[in-house]
């Protein structure tokens, strides 16, 4: 069998156990929708224009591209609890005594977790036009928003992998994944802009990924803000993130194979 038939059916079988426990699916997408419905009525008055945004911009339009990233962000963190549950439940040996191609294994989950990044993403992006959100590139710039999520998912899901291949752990994943999800968000322009933050915290912020990612979303949602060089050097930046997290997974994965 081929790497691509062997990834399409783990793929399939991964996405089937996820539509079976759609309380995972629920609960996964509620702290984000609880954020875009309440959060973005609390700030409502927030004034964005004494911090350098054009004026008219509601803080729904400015706040719902950091929504949107922050869930992909902390479902990725969850990846490696599906990892640690097939290794100490034995089905990852079963599946290793099968002719399946052994790259496939690791790379069916991988686009699992993309892809449910992408659908999460869809259904927040529906309910943010609901209340009010637009994007201003229209459905091309709809079309590279949920890339650039998907793609963010994909190179962070890695390191919830790594961890759960190194410590076999469920409790340590959701430990590390819970360590790493506030700071990174609350030290970025997900939720604020950055002239409304302290200059230590500014600092930080320019250079976490998080940041960089948010803010060529946003250039794509707000009008009249295109900035190329923005998606170019979020996608670079997710690129080499990708290359880092995803050698560690298949080196650790390697090893547990063999």
Known sequence: MSLFSDTYYLFIRALKKLIRNPI???FSLLQPIIF???FTQLFSKFPLAAFGLAPGVSYLAFATPGILLQNGFSSALQSGTSIVDELNSGMLQKILVTPVNRSAILLGRLVTDAFRVLIQSAIILVLAFILGFNVATGVGGIALILFIIAFF???WSGISLAIGLRTRS??????IGGFLTFPLLFMSTALVPTKAIPDWMASVSRVNPISISVNAIRDLSLPNSVVGGDIVWALAVITGIAIVTLGATLY???KVVT
Do not use: D, I, N, S
């Open 36 to 38: 875009l419905v309440l």
């Open 252 to 254: 650790l994965f390697r």
């Open 170 to 175: 469920a409790e340590t994943v959701f430990g």
């Open 153 to 155: 998912g994909l190179a």
């Open 24 to 26: 995972l699916l629920f």
